[in-house]
């Protein structure tokens, strides 16, 4: 099990730009505004020659029971709860404030080794700020630069014991090894699966962070009645049916012309990253108001980016018409977005612990269909067949000519096809074989890709 450590303190002290320094990369949203951070994001530090998990949390704030910052509160004190360190941050620039004062005797309380950080002290002239930290009575304080990279030779001399100890619990006791005869008999083990990158996009309040809870069985993302709660894109390590899976929650993304704050922005943007990262992704539409043009405009964006394609219902439980709401999605479906046809269609509700299963077997067999290969024999006797059937047209009298084709990629599915005036082959055209190939190859709901490769003329010299 590896180290963990937890970044607490107050809001806009800067616990997010700690942490995308220490895993590396810029995964944490970060802005001046405080309370960016809400959900609780963790990632693997690397410092020199150590690695430990880090937890990104909301750090604590005064709030009303029950409310959002509360709850934001809730979270940082489960990533404490589960480290193994805790780093209090402090604003070197601020001094010690109050609030400081007192969040640290809340962490006091938790019982767990502490190590307090000044960040953003990036000159001497803030010597005498940092030595105030000493009166939160949490040991010595060490100055440093989340944004500058400054004072990680402090925090490496911090974790550098614990990572130690922990590679000294975790070694096995010497046995002596005992060779195993070979035997032909016995198949070697399967190489096993990668885990499967799945992300849960959709509008915001379709109820992104209920269904990832609900999967992850345990209240890992901040819910509630508010729209627009996820900021960031989170990843959680998780298991289904002996399937690994790092599944994402994100922000709700809006109407494009809707979204003018830079925080919101970024939120979109982290969304849209996962996307790009993701192989299949599950569009969660409020089926209790019907399906919009803004969820439409999400499952294009999905199949345009080449993903596999899960569109799921939620808030099943509030539709009183069930037959009719499916008629419709499926109508709705069939004529704007021809591009996945057949695309699969899970109703759940979340809340009630309904759909997940489903789900989650629509989500891998739709990855199935997006990892397929098919035989360069299999696929030109159907292509044949399908020319035969509906030959291409012939612009200015002169037929466009198919001559032969081959799977050139999977991860979607990629055809490369052969033969005469193909960048002349009508879109209508490509569409027709492209809905043959999903009914014929089992590919229903799978982004499918051409690429047009025409012959070159041997006597045509480039001269009209």
């Known amino acids: 099990m590896t180290v963990t450590v937890a970044i607490l303190g107050r809001p806009n002290v800067g616990k997010s730009t700690l942490f995308n320094r220490l895993i590396g990369q810029k995964l944490a949203l970060v802005d001046d505004q405080p309370g960016v951070t809400r959900d609780r994001r963790e990632g693997l530090a690397r410092i020199a020659d150590i690695e430990f998990q880090v937890f990104d949390t909301a750090g604590f704030d005064e709030a009303k029971k029950g409310s959002l910052e509360a709850r934001m509160s809730d979270q940082a004190a489960e990533a404490a709860r589960l480290a193994d360190h805790i780093f209090f941050v402090i604003d070197a620039r601020a001094g010690v404030t109050p609030v400081d004062q007192h969040f640290a005797e809340r962490i006091r309380k938790l019982g767990k080794p502490v190590t307090v950080l000044a960040n953003k002290a990036e000159t001497r002239a803030l010597q005498q700020q940092v030595a105030e930290a000493y009166s939160l009575g949490l040991g010595e304080p060490f100055p440093i630069s989340g944004e500058h990279g400054e004072g990680l030779e402090a925090i490496y001399d911090v974790v550098k014991p614990l990572v130690v100890a922990d590679l000294k619990r975790q070694a096995p006791a010497e046995e002596e090894e005992i060779e195993e005869p070979f035997n032909p008999d016995i198949e070697a083990p399967e190489r096993p699966l990668r885990p499967l990158r799945l992300a849960i996009i959709g509008q915001p309040n379709a109820g992104k962070s209920t269904l990832v809870n609900a999967l992850l069985g345990e209240e890992r993302m901040l819910t509630g009645p508010e729209a627009g709660i996820t900021r960031d894109a989170i990843a959680n390590d998780w298991e289904w049916g002996g399937r690994e899976i790092k599944l994402w929650d994100t922000a709700g993304i809006r109407r494009k012309g809707k979204v003018k704050?830079?925080?919101?922005?970024?939120?979109?943007?982290?969304?849209?990253?996962?996307?790009?990262?993701?192989?299949?992704?599950?569009?969660?539409?409020?089926?209790?108001?019907?399906?919009?043009?803004?969820?439409?405009?999400?499952?294009?964006?999905v199949a345009?980016?080449?993903?596999?394609?899960?569109?799921?219902?939620?808030?099943?439980?509030?539709?009183?018409?069930?037959n009719a709401a499916m008629r419709k999605v499926n109508e709705i479906m069939e004529d704007i977005l021809p591009d996945v046809r057949g695309l699969p269609i899970v109703t759940l509700s979340a809340k009630q612990g309904r759909g997940e299963g489903p789900l989650m077997k629509a989500v891998l067999a739709a990855e199935k269909k997006w990892n397929i290969r098919i035989s360069t024999r299999k696929f030109n006797l159907w292509l044949e067949e399908a020319v035969q059937r509906n030959p291409p047209p012939a612009p200015g009298g002169r037929r466009i000519k198919?001559?032969?084709?081959?799977?050139?990629?999977?991860?979607?599915?990629?055809?490369?096809?052969?033969?005469?005036?193909?960048?002349?082959?009508?879109?209508?055209?490509?569409?027709?074989?492209m809905n043959g190939l999903r009914e014929t190859m089992g590919l229903e709901g799978i982004p499918i890709r051409f690429a047009l490769r025409g012959s070159k003329n041997p006597f045509d010299d480039g001269r009209k």
Do not use: H
């Open 261 to 301: 704050e830079k925080l919101e922005k970024l939120s979109v943007s982290d969304a849209l990253r996962a996307v790009k990262y993701a192989e299949v992704v599950v569009v969660l539409v409020d089926a209790s108001v019907s399906i919009e043009k803004q969820d439409l405009t999400l499952c294009d964006l």
């Open 304 to 322: 345009r980016e080449g993903r596999a394609l899960v569109l799921a219902l939620s808030k099943w439980d509030l539709v009183e018409d069930k």
């Open 402 to 433: 198919i001559r032969y084709g081959t799977q050139a990629n999977a991860r979607p599915p990629t055809f490369a096809l052969f033969g005469n005036q193909l960048e002349k082959l009508p879109t209508t055209y490509q569409r027709y074989l």
